[in-house]
């Protein structure tokens, strides 16, 4: 079982940044990160694997950076120049096996972290 803690939320204005962290219990995963906004599906937003391979979304790509610290076991979201639709509940998760931005392939959930973004 990976237990997983985000933090790092909060309110900022269009252009502004935040930085996101995941402590987990456990690194050794694919790590990602999604968002659901109300009404809508969560969705994936960034990926990293074991050798630290990254995947995004094509909405936040040239904005938003993962990246991960194993020893002391935290996931990052670096995100750049937010927009009001960046506005979302923010989870990390983790996947046992082979996975990118699909929620379906992930086992391990955080509570998530709210980020809202007013224009």
């Known amino acids: 079982q990976v237990q997983l803690a985000e933090s790092g939320g909060g309110s900022v204005q269009a252009g502004g940044s935040l930085r996101l962290s995941c402590a987990s219990s456990e690194i050794n995963y694919r790590m990602g990160w999604f968002r659901q906004a109300p009404g809508n599906e969560r969705v994936g937003v960034a990926s990293i694997g074991f050798f630290g391979v990254t995947n995004y979304a094509d909405s936040v790509k040239g904005r938003f950076t993962i990246s991960k610290d194993k020893a002391k076991k935290t996931l990052y979201l670096q995100m750049n120049n937010l927009k009001p639709d960046d506005t979302a509940i923010y989870y990390c998760?983790?996947?046992?096996?082979?996975?990118?931005?699909?929620?379906?392939?992930?086992?391990?959930w955080g509570q998530g972290t709210q980020v809202t973004v007013s224009s």
């Open positions: 998760a983790a996947a046992r096996g082979p996975a990118e931005l699909a929620p379906k392939d992930y086992h391990y």
